[in-house]
Nanobody
Framework: QVQLVESGGGLVQAGGSLRLSCLAS????????VGWFRQAPGKEREIVAA????????YYQDAVKGRFSISRDNGKNTVYLQMASLKPEDTAAYYC???????????????????WGQGTQVTVSS
């Protein structure tokens, strides 16, 4: 198993930046593909970005392309989500998730992930 802990959330003005971190403990992190999801009040949880085990393949939701960047440092057991040009509609609880599946480079659906963090809140003021 792997345990995930997110950090880096907070309150930021529109146009600002934040970097979220997802620290993993347990089995070697390089065995897991990782995704960042978010959930706004009253809305379903949605994929934001995903990254392959080696970090060489990434996926972004259309709404964040060009503004967010996902990366990982397997030596530090950490995946990052760098967020720039933040908008009020980015306000949500952000979750990282991990899967040991190896059929694809990355995964974009909730049910494909086995392990979840507790989430970190991002609030963007206008």
């Amino acid at each position: 198993q792997v345990q995930l802990v997110e950090s880096g959330g907070g309150l930021v003005q529109a146009g600002g930046s934040l970097r979220l971190s997802c620290l993993a403990s347990g089995r070697p992190f390089s065995n897991y593909a990782v995704g960042w999801f978010r959930q706004a009040p009253g809305k379903e949880r949605e994929i934001v970005a995903a990254i392959s085990r080696r970090g060489d393949r990434t996926y972004y939701q259309d709404a964040v392309k060009g503004r967010f960047s996902i990366s990982r440092d397997n030596g530090k057991n950490t995946v990052y989500l760098q967020m720039a040009s933040l908008k009020p509609e980015d306000t949500a609880a952000y979750y990282c998730a991990a899967t040991s599946s190896s059929t694809r480079f990355y995964y974009t659906r909730l049910h494909e992930y086995d392990y979840w963090g507790q989430g970190t809140q991002v609030t963007v003021s206008s």
